[in-house]
């Protein structure tokens, strides 16, 4: 029933920025961690950038000063400013929480489906 829905993803020039959202749809009791996840070619998902829900957040040192995430807990989205984009940052991108719903007391995982970045000339 629960659901997270990625959208901002696209094609941006070297030092450009973009701005990722993800909204959490369904019954939801509370979020333990929401954040973002990426994936390129060839590699290993890695850890972005994540907030919990005491606000609280964890950067991958590689984007440490150029992402910043920021939660709605009122509205159970995440977003992430992209600034000072670089060709490394191309990757796909998921959305990613710990949440728990209403009808059980379990903390559970979700995926996004992934949204596109690409950083190119």
């Known amino acids: 029933q629960v659901q997270l829905v990625e959208s901002g993803g696209g094609l941006v020039q070297p030092g450009g920025s973009l701005r990722l959202s993800c909204a959490a749809s369904?019954?939801?009791?509370?979020?333990?961690?929401i954040g973002w996840y990426r994936q390129a070619p060839g590699r290993q998902r890695e850890l972005v950038a994540e907030?919990?829900?005491?606000?609280?957040?964890n950067y991958a040192d590689s984007v440490k000063g150029r992402f910043t995430i920021s939660g709605d807990t009122a509205k159970n989205t995440v977003d992430l400013q992209m600034n000072s984009l670089k060709p490394e940052d191309t990757a796909v991108y998921y959305c990613?929480?710990?949440?728990?719903?209403?009808?059980?007391?379990?903390?559970?995982?979700?995926w996004g489906q992934g949204t596109q970045v690409t950083v190119s000339s």
């Open positions: 990613h929480a710990e949440l728990r719903r209403l009808v059980t007391s379990r903390w559970t995982d979700y």
């Open positions: 369904g019954r939801i009791d509370s979020i333990n961690v």
């Open positions: 907030i919990t829900g005491v606000g609280s957040t």
